[in-house]
């Protein structure tokens, strides 16, 4: 009885002292990658209009839209902070879902200044200069992509954040962008006009490919789904707690970088309140125990028919 009239949290700050600790971690990725593709953005800018390369303008507009996504990730990183209340009962978490909205609409959009400019140069070729440093600019691209991509990739598979990892996966096709341009200034230092064109309008096909992965990550995100395999795992520990004889309906879902648990388990009939709490409260933790990136469970307790 004084277990269920004293206020008690099993342990819930100490879970909400882990997602406050991923989102300080995400916020900390963001602006490292934004600080690095920022300075290489401007590196390659400044050489694009030198050269007249549109493939490296096109690869440049990239990786300047990539690093302005860091914007509202961060802001999504920042709401999600916030403490629950009684419009947002389930916290601010939903916002890192709509920041990939964000991220989406970037890729695409950069996808068309890349097409546009690529057909227009095909339609009015003109002579690329400064191929050295148009080289060295799309190597420097590459290295700076790539470095971001594997930042962003591993902190948010490690908080369980797909708007990073989709924009880590973003930042990944970005170097093999770079890569492209390196081909096409080799095709104009070989005297074919067109290379550069070329080469960026297959920038542009590439941004496509990405963008349609990062909408079936980020779509499958706000549709709630999760990972059959998490399902399975919660089902085995709450078939393993003591006291429960059979387990229903788990359902769970993705709030930013959290997830969320509901399941439905069934006691003994003859159990009292409180030993049913009890066995509520063991399923709970091992739920929490066993799923990663789990948040909070709520367990309903039904009891089994009686026997005729």
Known sequence: MAHLLRPHSHDAADRVDAALESSAEGLRTLWVSLAVLGLTAAA????????GSVALLGDTVHNAADALTAVPLGVAFLLGRRAANRSYTYGYGRAEDLAGVAVVLAVAASSLVAGWTAVDRLLHPQPVGHLWAVAVAAVAGCVGNEWVARY???????IGSAALVADGLHARTDGLTSLAVLLGAAGSALGWRLADPVVGLLITVAI???????VREVGRRLMDAVDPALVDVAERELAAVDGVRAVGAVRMRWIGHALRAEADVVVDRTLTVVAGHRVAVAAERALIRAVPRLLAATVHIDHAPAEV
């Open 44 to 51: 390659q800018a400044v050489i694009a209009v030198l050269s």
């Open 152 to 158: 962003r990739i591993a902190t948010g598979r490690r």
């Open 208 to 214: 496509l490919l990405v963008l349609r992965g990062t």
